[in-house]
């Protein structure tokens, strides 16, 4: 079945940097990759997906890249701001299968 | 409109009780999904339901755990005999079209925190 490994656990960046979380997946049939972000005490929403026939959506601050040759996905947040921190999942679905699998999370910390 | 609700929002049992865990999705959405989050960690994929059709329930953690949806709204997830293990936050999400569809986005319920004591 499907794993998906999401890297860094935890990432703390200066305000303003750039953040950069990245995922990768065991099966190749999954073709739809959602991020998700969970404010401390909140449900998770979702912020960005792709999709496996796009290789990278950007939404003002936030872009997904996807690269299914190697089956990894990443997540960039440019000019973070201290209301990025959360904890973002990465996910991947295997639309065949009907599963949806979710990574171990990344806290994300933004430092004044 | 109304986002998904969960109910009840925290509940405290001893080893060995069952509990039921209730959610209501957003009107009009088809598909009813369970995670279970341990704490600090991610989300588990529990069971799905898409519409009327059975569900594929080889993401339940063990035979205790059970789920049903009437009428392809409500869904209730039953844990019996609970164990300590058990204790966690159960969130549930609805979306529109499901995940054989266009409409994969989810929304999530507040979850409901289940302390087995």
């Known amino acids: 079945g499907e794993n998906v490994e999401q890297h860094p656990s935890t990432l703390s960046v200066q305000e303003g940097d750039s953040a950069v979380i990245k995922c990768t997946y065991s099966?190749?049939?999954?073709?739809?990759f959602p991020w998700y972000k969970q404010e401390l005490g909140k449900r998770p929403q979702l912020i960005i997906d792709i999709r496996s026939n796009v290789g990278e959506k950007k939404d003002q601050r936030i872009a997904v890249t996807l690269n299914k040759t190697a089956k990894h996905f990443s997540l960039h947040i440019t000019e973070t701001q201290p209301e990025d921190s959360a904890v973002y999942f990465c996910?991947?679905?295997?639309?065949?299968?009907?599963?949806?699998?979710f990574g171990s999370g990344t806290r994300l910390s933004i430092r004044p | 409109g109304a986002g998904v609700s969960q109910s009840p929002s925290n509940k405290v049992t001893e080893k060995g009780k069952d509990v039921e865990l209730r959610c209501d999705p957003i009107s009009g959405h088809t598909a009813l999904y369970w995670y279970r989050q341990s704490l600090g960690q991610g989300l588990e994929f529990l069971i799905y339901?898409?519409?009327?059709?059975?569900?594929?329930k080889s993401g339940l953690p063990s035979d205790r755990f059970s789920a049903e949806r009437t009428g392809g709204s409500v869904s209730t997830l039953t844990i019996q005999r609970t164990q300590q293990e058990d204790s966690a936050v159960y969130l549930c999400?609805?979306?529109?079209?499901?995940?054989?569809?266009?409409?994969?986005?989810?929304?999530f319920g507040p979850g409901t925190r289940l302390l087995v004591l």
């Open positions: 999400a609805s979306s529109k079209g499901g995940l054989r569809g266009a409409q994969e986005t989810q929304y």
């Open positions: 099966d190749s049939a999954s073709n739809y």
């Open positions: 996910a991947a679905l295997d639309f065949g299968a009907s599963k949806i699998i």
């Open positions: 339901f898409q519409g009327n059709s059975a569900p594929d």
